[in-house]
């Protein structure tokens, strides 16, 4: 449940002009309202992701394309590019997603569900442009999008929403693709439930690894991508109080206590565990990582290596690293937390786990279906499964929602403009 327990703003209640203010959206999108109940005949799914480079030589184009408009010079950009080139300069995200889309067909397959996936990128090959051809080639004109990101802040919804409304217009097909995005899903069971399972078995992991420590000596730490504070604020509908941090913030923390208390309620059902004594509720808190803004720019806090270096202190002696805030183990997962979180475990005197991101867990992949059927047949908001007090999503997002304080607005698709 969401210490706040804000729930999503109300529906706009001044009627909207079909197809007005929401680009490139399907007939019953076009309304505007924040839930579509109505059934939409899709004939594709757009799998969007991030993108990676996948050789040393694509490295520093792929860095500047994701910092284009930004001004960084190559220099800079080597002091990240050598997470890239530990790597070979491959980026495992790239595989994940294909990965990712196999599986997405065989479960389609499996329910009997004909609709075919296509898969583009932000910021490398295959891009956006690329996806959009093939479906349009292949006969699809109302897509379904899948964003690789479950919460709302720029760069994990709008921006996304963005480059649609700007693939769109670079491959001709504005106004004659439709494209919609399901909701974002950060409470959705299928894309919980795999931390669920991961923070109990790495919890148990280390009971049974020291039968001297007890729970009441682990300290969870829930991380995501720290992002501009400001940036934070906006994230959400403009006319909903998130409290500090803004929805981004709070959709983390509410995630964050039903993955704890579950976990917790899991573990009670193990006999081993309880031997050892039972808290109330775990040690945990929110951390943020992988911040890449100067100095000056006040970003969300506090950083994941600064908490671990001060858990000994508060009497920790274990650290589980719970990545809440990512669907698969990309490269701020692999080289953020399984090399610099580790280190600093290391460096305290912790013992440390990291738990597994969803990837392709049963669950996710369900979970990710479930949402594109919840779209394609108009399933009551009422009917929507989600485990905090902030859902079900918007499927329509609201006007000024997560906005870029530096960018300010660009059009998008898949919400009402600002």
């Not at 917790?264 to 039972?278: I, N, Y």
């Not at 090399?339 to 979970?367: C, D, I, M």
């Amino acid at each position: 449940m969401s210490p706040r327990g804000i729930k999503p703003a109300p529906a706009t209640s001044a009627p909207l002009e079909p197809g007005a203010l929401v680009s490139a959206a399907t007939e019953p999108a076009q309304s505007g309202d924040p839930h579509i109940e109505s059934p939409v005949a899709y004939d594709g799914i757009l799998l969007a992701s991030f993108g990676g480079p996948e050789g040393q030589d694509d490295v520093l184009p792929f860095l500047r394309n994701v910092t284009r408009g930004r001004g960084i010079p190559d220099e800079r950009l080597e002091e990240v590019a050598v997470h890239y080139r530990h790597h070979g300069g491959v980026s495992p995200i790239n595989d994940q997603n294909r990965e990712l889309k196999m599986a997405l067909e065989a479960e389609l397959a499996r329910r009997g569900v004909d609709l075919p996936v296509f898969w583009g990128n932000r910021n490398w090959n295959p891009y956006l442009n690329d996806a959009l051809h093939e479906a349009y080639a292949a006969g699809c004109t109302k897509l379904i999008a899948l964003a690789t990101s479950a919460y709302s802040s720029y760069s994990s919804c709008r921006q996304y929403r963005e480059d649609f409304a700007d693939a769109l217009e670079d491959t001709g097909l504005q106004g004659v693709v439709q494209v919609d995005k399901v909701r974002q899903f950060f409470d959705h069971p299928g894309f919980v439930t795999p931390f669920i399972d991961g923070l109990r078995d790495d919890l148990a992991s280390l009971l049974a690894a020291d039968e001297t420590l007890a729970l009441a000596d682990v300290e969870v730490l829930f991380t995501t991508h720290s992002v501009p504070t400001d940036d934070a604020l906006r994230s959400g509908a403009r006319d909903v109080d998130y409290g500090e941090g803004g929805a981004y913030a709070a959709q983390h923390l509410a995630v964050a206590e039903v993955v704890a208390v579950s976990a917790l309620r899991s573990l009670a059902e193990r006999d081993d565990v309880v031997a050892r004594g039972l808290p109330d509720r775990l040690n945990s808190q929110l951390v943020y990582q992988s911040r890449s803004g100067p100095p000056t720019q006040p970003w969300l806090e506090p950083d994941i290596n600064d908490v671990i270096e001060g858990l000994p202190s508060h009497g920790r002696r274990a650290v589980v690293v719970v990545p809440i805030g990512f669907v698969s183990d990309h490269m701020e997962v692999l080289w953020d937390l399984d090399n610099e979180a580790k280190q600093s475990a290391a460096e305290a005197g912790l013992a440390f786990r990291r738990s597994a991101t969803p990837g392709v867990h049963a669950s996710y992949v369900a979970g990710l279906v479930d949402l594109v059927l919840e779209r394609r047949d108009g399933v009551p908001v009422s009917e929507r499964p989600a485990l905090t007090q902030l859902g079900p999503w918007f499927d329509v997002c609201r006007p000024g929602c997560c906005e870029n304080v530096r960018l300010g607005f660009k059009p998008a698709t898949a919400g009402l403009q600002p």
